[in-house]
């Protein structure tokens, strides 16, 4: 029994229908979150390596996503490293003084003594 050439047409436009799909959704995202950060454009490279290795690995294991769990797990913290950085940057010097941000209760508390 050949195979059906069919199952290969399908198997392309279903990729072609998955990317659509996977653009449409990023557009959805950034149209509610707004579009990416300074430091995300930085490591862009990085982050776009990240996502496509976790593509393939979710697409030649698709019964079997905690294949990739490893793989996910660093590219989560890899970003929230440096969300987090970015967040300790901006607390730390929010004017660009240098200085460490204070509260305002400390600014206005009076010496009791």
Same mark, same amino acid.
Do not use: D, M
């Given at each position: 029994m050949q195979p059906v050439p069919v199952a290969k047409s399908w198997k392309k436009r279903s990729l072609e229908v998955e990317e659509t799909e996977f653009g449409r959704s990023l557009q959805r995202v950034q149209e509610l979150f707004g579009?990416?950060?300074?430091?995300?454009?930085?490591?862009?490279?990085?982050?776009?390596?990240?996502?496509?290795? #976790?593509?393939?690995? =979710?697409? @030649?294991?698709?019964?079997?996503?905690?294949?990739?769990?490893? #793989?996910?797990?660093? =590219?989560? @913290?890899?970003?929230?490293a440096r969300q987090n950085a970015e967040i300790s940057k901006i607390r730390v010097d929010p004017e660009g003084s240098g200085e460490p941000r204070t509260s305002r209760s400390s600014k206005n508390t009076k010496n009791p003594h």
């Open positions: 579009k990416p950060v300074k430091w995300a454009k930085e490591c862009e490279g990085e982050i776009g390596k990240f996502e496509e290795e #976790l593509i393939h690995c =979710y697409q @030649r294991y698709p019964n079997e996503p905690l294949q990739c769990s490893n #793989l996910a797990r660093r =590219y989560h @913290r890899f970003v929230f």
